[in-house]
């Protein structure tokens, strides 16, 4: 036994099983050597094996901590959180000084939307453990789920202090990314990446966050450095894709999934690159034979199946399409959300408090006359509206800079609107302008206006407009049930908590038109302008031209075949874009 223990400390995994088995012909009844058989199986991916094993060794040792622990762990692996629990609380009563054991209780609780419940047993894991980084990082990520934002950073910055824990440090950049706070995301990995320099899931993190910000030249230097990680190709692809050159963006998917055959996301990618009928026909075929055998509840499984029902969508199979996009957005809303339900009252709450504070009299009587300065162009629309396609095309015309989706003002609201009290902080609004007017003409230093495509921007209208009355907004339309199908249908990484739900999201969408109404009503029409993007699509010339003559521009031929914030435009551009919004 003890050489089979040693054997299997050493990676000799099949050594391992040959004297386990050695054991148990000569003593079926062997708990070590039963156990060892299970864990063995279990990291060989023979999960069903690995299950029969540790109840052999429960039918012997009801109380054994150890095997009720690993039966909950793949009871959790396997989506059943409710067995998984029970499996946890016993193995929890049968010792709970062990640190593992009540770690693995605190996972099922917080599996369940217990956010409270895991909190303290995440605490208790780390009395027995406390320089454990794992400890650490599942209470950041339970306290950032139970709403204590600063406590989840403090933890997740502690587990980072004490390892470079991969787990930890994505965590910290979904809980800043979920802020809005890109910035911060970024700074995380640099630090953690500048404190591990060999260490590349880091990296591949810090590339992805890039990414995601728009600084696809830097994040393209990192990922150059794995040629044989399928993450990084498919980072690559991304990146290709976001530029409209799909042929590159393919090559990138098809590395990546030569690597790994469940990457959903590559294969996403894929079927949104592809420009027939027989290569969606081929990826079908592919996506369906990747889904054989895969994990049920995990998100790799949820991308292969966005993937699949896009493929479907091309096919014009809609009902096939909806089923595959419906089991994806479950599998993301329970391992994304828990148990936690959408705050549907708390967001009407919350528009009701914004449409009673910003009337047009609160507006009137807090405007500055003497305020200056055009240079923001926000961008207004619901997710998945064209704000990033408008940008590209206005960012052609050399007066005009694209600064990215900035949630600048998402981050400095709770500190300048006191919606209970109905005022304004007057002196940190003033501040947070400065700060905002420099981060934009550091972005565009010589451009009459910036570009920010915030999605926020929606709940800020009255705030941005006390801040920048000369500022221009456009407010994007899109068909409402379009939007609310490219939402349910779009793998994303960090979804807002109306995703995943089709009544959720159309609920969400109904709330923000509600107040999009009542900006209309109390904002000057001068500032405003509504654009259909099915129009700008279709007809991108007219709409663009009238877009520059709503910000005092002379037309530019530039808007409609080149756009700095990405790349030439294309024959394939439109041909993507259309497919994107129009379903053309």
Known sequence: MQSAMSAHASGRLDHAQDLCRQILTVNPRHVQAMMLTGVLASKTGQKQLATEWFRRVLSIESKNYVALNWMSM???????????????????????????????????????????????????ALILQPRNPTYHANLGVALGMAGKTSDAIKRLRDALRIAPDPGALRSLVDLFLSLGDIDAAIDACRAVVAGAPREPAPKLLLASTLIDAGLAAEARAILDQ?????????????????????????????????LDQRRGLSYYGLV?????????????????FALEGAAPNVLPTAHLRF?????????????????????????????????????????????????????????????????????????????RSGASLLQDLLAGHEEIGAA?????????????????????????????????DDRLRAIAPVERYAVDTSPTHVMQLGLLHLAFPRARIIHLVRDAAATIQSIYSTPVRNPPDFACDEANIAFAHEQFQRLMNHWRAVLPESAMLEVRIEDLVANPEPTLRRVLAFLGLEWDEACLHAAPARAPRTADFWHFRRRDYLGA
């Open 272 to 288: 949104t690159s592809a420009g027939s009928s027989d290569d969606i026909l081929s990826l079908t075929d592919r996506i369906e």
């Open 74 to 124: 793949l009871s959790r692996q396997a989506g059943d959180i409710t067995q998984a629990t029970a499996f946890s609380e016993l193995a929890a009563s049968a010792n709970p000084k062990d640190a593992d054991v009540v770690n693995g209780l605190g996972l099922c609780y917080m599996a369940q939307g217990r956010f409270e419940d895991a909190v303290e047993w995440f605490e208790q």
């Open 307 to 383: 993937a699949l029902g896009a493929a479907m969508d091309r096919l014009s199979r809609a009902e096939e399409a909806k089923r595959q996009f419906d089991e994806a957005n479950h599998i993301c809303r329970t391992l994304l959300f828990g148990g936690r339900p959408f705050d549907g009252p708390g967001l009407t709450q919350r528009i009701d408090e914004t449409i009673e504070l910003f009337s047009a009299e609160f507006l009137k009587q807090n405007a500055d006359p003497e305020a200056t300065g055009e240079l923001p162009l926000f961008v207004a629309g619901v997710v």
């Open 404 to 436: 990215g989706s900035q949630m600048f003002w998402r981050l400095r609201e709770p500190d300048i609107v006191d919606a209970a009290g109905k005022a304004l902080n007057a002196e940190a609004l003033a501040i947070a302008k400065r700060q905002y």
């Open 226 to 258: 794995f040629h044989d990680s399928p993450e990084a190709h498919e980072m690559l692809g991304r990146i290709f894709q976001n530029a409209c050159k799909f042929e590159e963006a393919i090559a990138e998917y098809e590395e990546a999934v030569s």
